[in-house]
């Protein structure tokens, strides 16, 4: 399961990232947002644009593309 | 005097609280070899200056940018570091604060924005922080200024000791390490050893070059990969970075353990309330566009033009009279009175009225970008910024460029992507900066009388519309890019400090002050002198004047595009020094003592419809000479340079005939 399968309001930890752009990825790491880390979708924007996550407590803009390759589970 | 230097994450209230410890810049310019603005400030006691580091979230950069702060630690002298942490992220905070305290100078740690983690349920026991990491922890709101007096008290001179804190990174890096030290030089000025090793195997490539000059780059190499290797195989981590990574995390951990209380989690609901509006499905533009509407409303409209009014009035009443006698008491002659009154006044007043306007739209860009609410404009727009080959960062440079393009360039430094970067500084100066807006003030006063707002508002859209087209061109041919990235922090929306905003609004409108006094003051003098003399003498008939015949020289090829008098030419050639410069220019020019007098004489010289083009010319036509040295700083590229110019006078020109031409055609 990836994180775009989880709908607006849900929740899921991530799995895997190792999919993801390297350089999304360290940025992501900086934020605090890893392998493990619970994360939630806040907002989903419209016509396939980028996805408000937030994990513990922090809020991030990421691309649906993206979010695609961020492999999660149900928490 | 000490040096201390001030570091922590982005987002974290860094800038209130240097705002807060100092009084004055002592110094603000660029960190040497990038772009990253550099601040020092004198410390309110006046014992010590605090020198301002990009906000990073680790020493190992991911950008040249970020790469300062390291650099910084190499390379300079200071005393202590006083690292800024976000006490309702103390997690990721924390990161950064052990890397600090691994390098060993003595770390004061602000605990910031207390009152946020406590309404996130979050407790933070200081005194038990500060034990853990052996530095004193005090508690601040950066905002308000709480705990910030007791904060200063701890930045003193007294001699502290270099502890540096230490933690075991297991048997095979720790090994390693060792034998990595042993092999550095004993070089005075050198950073803690142990720090740079273990920077290096965490893949810092700052600290990387540094190494390279005491050792051969294979034998580091050879080093690296076999550790990598070991701790591979005898600790199962995936890469070096990621042990270490790991080793900090679990350390932080036990750190948190102690030290925080979690009580219940209260998400923050007034950013989500706002959010559900501001980012909405159908609304999310719109309210950006109504946004913008209003920002202009007020910049022109309800606030800006009558204050601007009254100072037109003053320079050109009571000041005027008051010069004039003067300067008849003191025998000037009529050269001279000519110089100050028709040079002078003319030029720089001409350009000072509209001082209120562009302070105040300033204000409200600083308003912007401190609310929190830029990021998520940003957001808004990714989609429709990627499929032109930008991101949604690239937004928040036009948006600050529409004040002035100089700062909106550099702000470009937050795309991450080189390309993205570079396609971003040379479509900025599209961006109808306020100087431009000093330029429309005057022409919609004396030609779009009732949809003065409306008719501006048209032209900054006009930039952002080509700005996009050409994007999308140069972005699908000469600027191919590979992969774009976009990861934005969102920070909870705040009411944004007045301090904060009167600080940023005035650091950045004084520029124009500053130019008024300089640039725009011996170029009006020039100007006057160049309309003034003529191949007859002085005191020429102004049509008969040098500048005339440069104007004139010109003037043929703004035929076609509705403006082919010599005034408009000259004015034109003297607005790439600044583009505020025409509307000394024209004042000059048309010896127009104030501005209703000039709107009523450019009447005879001007149709609407080639006054428009003529705005539309200014818009797009060369960035002033402040944007072009900015570009050629940031891009550190003369081919660039010279594209961002000529594009501009090609899409200028293209622009302009076809609104003058098709304006014609439709009978206007």
Known sequence: MVLTDIKAGGKAKITNTEHVNVLVRRRLLDLGIMEGTEISIKRILPFGGPFAVEAGGQWVGIRRSEAKLIQVCHS | MIEIALAGNPNTGKTSLFNILTNSYEYVGNWSGVTVEKKVGMLNNKKGHLIDLPGIYSLNPLSRDEGVATRFLIEENFSMVLNIVDASQLERNLYLTIQLLEYGKPVVIGLNMVDVAKGRGIMVNEKKLSERLQSPVLPIVARTGSGCKELAGLLTNEEQENKPLYILYGQPLERAMETLVAKMPDAENLPPKRWLALQFFEGNEVVHALLKTMMPEAELQRIFAETEA?????????????????????????????????????TYTLTDRIDNIVTNKFLGIPIFILFMYLIFKLTFDWLGSPISDMLDAFLTGPLTDDLTSMLQAAGASAFIKAVILDGIVAGVGGVLVFVPQIMILFFLISFIEDSGYMARIAMVMDKTLESIGLNGKAFIPMIIGFGCNVPGIMAARTIEQPKERLLTIILTPLM??????????????????QNQALVVLSLYLLGIVIALTLAKIFSSTILKEESSMFVIELPPYRIPQWRTLMRNTWEKGKGFIKKAGTFIFGGSVIIWFLSYAGPGGLG???????????????????????????????????????????VSTMNIIYVAPDLHTLQGVMAHHFTSLSAYSFMAFLLLYVPCLATVAVIKKETGSAKWTWFSIIYALLIAYIVSLIIYQGGKLLGF
């Open chain 2, 230 to 266: 070991q701790v591979q195989s005898e600790e199962g981590a995936k890469s070096l970075s990621y042990h270490i990574r790991a080793v900090r995390a679990e350390y932080i951990k036990g750190v948190l353990d102690v030290s925080l209380q979690k009580g219940e989690e209260v």
């Open chain 2, 432 to 449: 109808s900066c306020s100087a431009r807006l000093s330029v429309y003030s005057l022409f919609v006063g004396a030609f779009f009388t």
């Open chain 2, 540 to 582: 020429v008939d102004m049509n008969k004047s040098f500048l005339a015949l440069i104007g004139g020289a010109i003037a043929p090829l703004f035929e076609p595009i509705g403006f082919g008098s010599w005034q408009a030419g000259a004015a034109l050639i003297t607005g790439f020094l600044a583009k505020e410069v025409v």
